[in-house]
């Protein structure tokens, strides 16, 4: 599919990622960072992989998935593709060895079990640590007091590369706020892992408060992709 292509079957889609990038551009200036310490993960799921491949024609490289057979089935067909497949999503412990057969980097590194479970993939596979902002442990991702256990046992892990913490804002506070703590939090993992500098974080309604909080990976969907069809 060539880019006249994508922009025919895609309306819109070429206009939305300048867009975002723009976005991202103007918020690295306001604060005073280098745009080309940002990588733009466009989010993906529910979409076909049609979508990714002209995607993949307008340049993207790094894609998100959060629902594991969905995330196998899009990165079998589109194999040829020289893609960077994120996984975002909870995982479950018995489908992490699975998703470390197509994921360059698994961003919901939450438990000990899920380590463990990782601990035999044959290749280096990079991980974010995966930090709750909230204090309902219904959501995803491990409580700040778990943060110094986990970074030991992924750093003790010879698989595993730690590249640094991944959150989600809570829509009930300001996302300024919440990032905030999570740089804090990027600051306890850094102390016992000095090279594990990224921040995953920043969607589309709040990548700006992201960056502006050190946000390293950014996870972007319906701005660029547009409304998600009905979940299958």
Same mark, same amino acid.
């Given at each position: 599919?060539?880019?006249?292509?994508?922009?025919?079957?895609?309306?819109?889609?070429?206009?939305?990622?300048h867009?975002?990038?723009?976005?991202i551009?103007?918020?690295c200036?306001?604060a005073?960072?280098?745009?080309?310490?940002t990588?733009?993960?466009?989010?993906t799921k529910?979409h076909?992989?049609s979508?990714?491949?002209?995607?993949a024609?307008?340049?993207?490289?790094d894609?998100g998935e959060?629902?594991?057979q969905?995330?196998?089935?899009?990165?079998?067909?589109?194999?040829?593709?020289?893609?960077n497949w994120h996984?975002?999503g909870?995982?479950?412990?018995?489908?992490? /060895?699975?998703? +470390?057969?197509y994921a360059? &980097? =698994?961003?919901s590194?939450?438990r000990?079990?899920l380590?463990? !479970?990782? #601990?035999s993939?044959?290749r280096a596979l990079d991980v974010?640590?995966?930090?709750?902002?909230?204090?309902?442990?219904?959501?995803?991702?491990a409580?700040?007091?778990?943060?110094?256990p986990?970074?030991?046992?992924?750093?003790?892990?010879?698989?595993?590369?730690l590249r640094g913490?991944?959150?989600?804002a809570?829509?009930?506070?300001p996302a300024?706020?919440?990032?905030e703590?999570?740089?804090?939090y990027?600051?306890?993992? /850094?102390?016992? +892992?000095?090279?594990a500098? &990224? =921040?995953?974080?920043?969607?589309t309604?709040?990548?700006a408060? !992201?960056? #502006?909080?050190?946000?390293?990976h950014?996870?972007i969907g319906?701005?660029?992709?547009?409304?998600?069809?009905d979940a299958?």
């Amino acid at each position: 599919m060539s880019v006249t292509e994508a922009s025919a079957a895609y309306e819109g889609l070429a206009d939305r990622l300048h867009a975002v990038q723009d976005g991202i551009a103007d918020a690295c200036r306001a604060a005073g960072r280098d745009v080309s310490e940002t990588t733009l993960i466009v989010v993906t799921k529910f979409h076909p992989a049609s979508l990714v491949e002209a995607l993949a024609e307008l340049g993207v490289r790094d894609v998100g998935e959060n629902r594991h057979q969905e995330a196998r089935e899009k990165s079998a067909q589109l194999a040829g593709l020289d893609l960077n497949w994120h996984y975002i999503g909870q995982l479950q412990t018995k489908k992490a /060895r699975q998703a +470390a057969q197509y994921a360059a &980097a =698994i961003h919901s590194i939450d438990r000990a079990q899920l380590v463990d !479970a990782l #601990a035999s993939v044959d290749r280096a596979l990079d991980v974010f640590l995966q930090i709750n902002l909230t204090d309902d442990p219904g959501r995803g991702g491990a409580a700040p007091s778990e943060i110094e256990p986990l970074t030991e046992q992924i750093l003790g892990t010879e698989s595993l590369v730690l590249r640094g913490v991944m959150a989600v804002a809570p829509l009930e506070e300001p996302a300024a706020q919440a990032f905030e703590r999570l740089a804090g939090y990027s600051d306890r993992v /850094r102390t016992l +892992a000095p090279a594990a500098t &990224a =921040i995953s974080a920043g969607m589309t309604h709040d990548y700006a408060e !992201a960056i #502006a909080a050190g946000a390293t990976h950014l996870r972007i969907g319906s701005a660029i992709t547009g409304n998600r069809p009905d979940a299958r």
